[in-house]
């Protein structure tokens, strides 16, 4: 590939990494102010949207070290954003903050998916498992914050497209990986067409089918 | 040991295995399905079920692949079997089926317990924790299933003995293996145990001694 | 440093560890019976309680054998603290050991803070990921029982500073290894400021700065 490609695309994934890693940081901020956490729990909770995911699926790959100790500034970061959300978030700012935050949420969503299945992948996980991996990386930070709130996960109830979005992403990179052997390809095309689906099901609210053995 | 009689054992054991498996998803499928949950988040509390107290196990143990990387078409047989329950189950049937399912789930309770401790054992752990070992592999599935639909789970709360007999069926494969160190008649002898103790438990309805602190 | 004093020291640390690991393990007790739990998830919620921080610890670490595995009479001793607080415990007596058991809380409190934080820069930890492993060492045994008993977790509920005085405590740890390299000093000051704040903050009501996005 051009390396001038190759550079945008790599400074792309940076910074769509940084402002998803933030999203889901505020995420966890704003689910915990509502339940009137304390400054601590509040914290613990941020940090578990924001890294609750990716290191879930280290462990179970048995990767080392987690890519927040290998990038320590991250931990700086988030604690850094709660401070600053502290500092300046109001009450009547919270659901405004939470709608502004849904499309930074469904770029992470993508490409926390795209790269999750990549490196398991690299990791020499069969497909199936691959693409589990890359939905836990996604997904499995919003449910680890709403089990510590004492909440059924939001992404396993509120019957909008989200872990499936991340699994048609994983999809597809499996797909690309196995066919044209291209990984930049196959990361940018399935974060894409994750965040695309995420961002339709969004704008159009989508249901997934109900069931309730009824 | 006759290699007939071994073969057998072994056919019967991936017969329990999968019945039992299906048994612990089913478990997950019906409290989803109580819980409301979307199908998404059905079909992760069926893989928590089935898979959860092995992998906390094999990630305690520093053990790896998973059997469900290993054996992936395991996570291609839940899957299924949660259209399948999606496509036939109805509510009246839900109660039918949790009634069904206590026969399969006692002999998965005995033969995870059994399995869990031998595998403890061989990774060189102390009989103790061998035997908590098994215990967790045959219980933590329904704990996380529990947890993440935001229950107290039935395993510690139900006074009816179920962490117990899955106990005593590690106890005795401890016990076996120390003495007559027969790996196969040890791992039979400890999973019948737990699965009758369990099957006695349900039929005349025992209860363990209570205790709340009077 | 004088071979006495640091054979003092080491006792004094085995003693404190005992007691602590007892607190932690009657603090499990204590909230199962509250809800009522059967005998056997009052000992899993004890086992938590005394022994989930630092399995955290090393899990993310990956670190074997656990401690509980290199040493498990603490298994033993865990499972003898159960059956003697169930055999003399009664409801009246539940709020009165509660509040015996913070001075020993208060101790397990720092010195795992500091044991945590100096394991994690054993294992080549960045200074402030070792921090945060030092106050998951002390904090993540309470937030997992709470958890299972199906409470938001106390320590980031109640507002009086408890994750705060174990995270100055392992800041001090590695503020001195990295000025002076004595690891006894740096244990010892650690853990003496970690449990020495937890006493004032219990003895004086000390209350963190509220936020909750007003």
Redesign the interface.
């Known amino acids: 590939m051009n390396p001038l490609v190759s550079q945008t695309l790599s400074t792309a994934q940076t910074i769509i990494e940084m402002a998803a890693t933030a999203a889901f940081a505020l995420s966890g901020i704003i689910v915990?102010?509502r339940?009137?956490?304390?400054?601590?729990?509040?914290a613990?909770?941020a940090f578990l949207a924001a890294f609750g995911g990716g290191?879930l699926r280290d462990?179970?790959l048995?990767r080392?070290p987690?890519f927040?100790?290998a990038n320590?500034w991250y931990?700086?970061a988030v604690l850094a954003l709660c401070v600053m959300a502290?500092v300046t978030?109001?009450?009547r700012?919270?659901t405004m903050t939470e709608r502004a935050m849904q499309w930074p949420d469904a770029c992470g969503l993508g490409l926390f998916a795209a790269s999750g299945t990549q490196i398991a992948l690299d990791a020499g996980?069969?497909g199936?498992?691959a693409v589990?991996m890359g939905v836990l990386t996604a997904v499995f930070g919003g449910?680890l914050r709403d089990?510590?709130?004492?909440?059924?996960?939001t992404?396993?109830?509120?019957?909008r497209?989200?872990?499936?979005c991340a699994f048609a992403g994983g999809a597809v990179v499996v797909a690309i990986e196995r066919s044209i052997e291209s990984p930049t390809f196959a990361l940018a095309f399935g974060a894409v067409l994750a965040t695309t689906l995420r961002a339709l099901a969004i704008r159009f609210d989508w249901e997934?089918?109900?069931?309730?053995?009824?």
Not at 147 to 153: A, D, K, L
Not at 161 to 164: D, L, M, S
């Open positions: 915990g102010a339940k009137q956490l304390d400054v601590v729990g509040i613990v909770v290191t462990v179970l048995d080392r987690f927040w100790v320590s931990v700086w502290i978030l109001r009450r700012h919270l996980m069969p199936l498992i589990l449910v089990i510590v709130c004492n909440e059924i996960p992404a396993f109830r509120d019957h497209p989200y872990a499936v997934l089918p109900r069931w309730q053995a009824k």
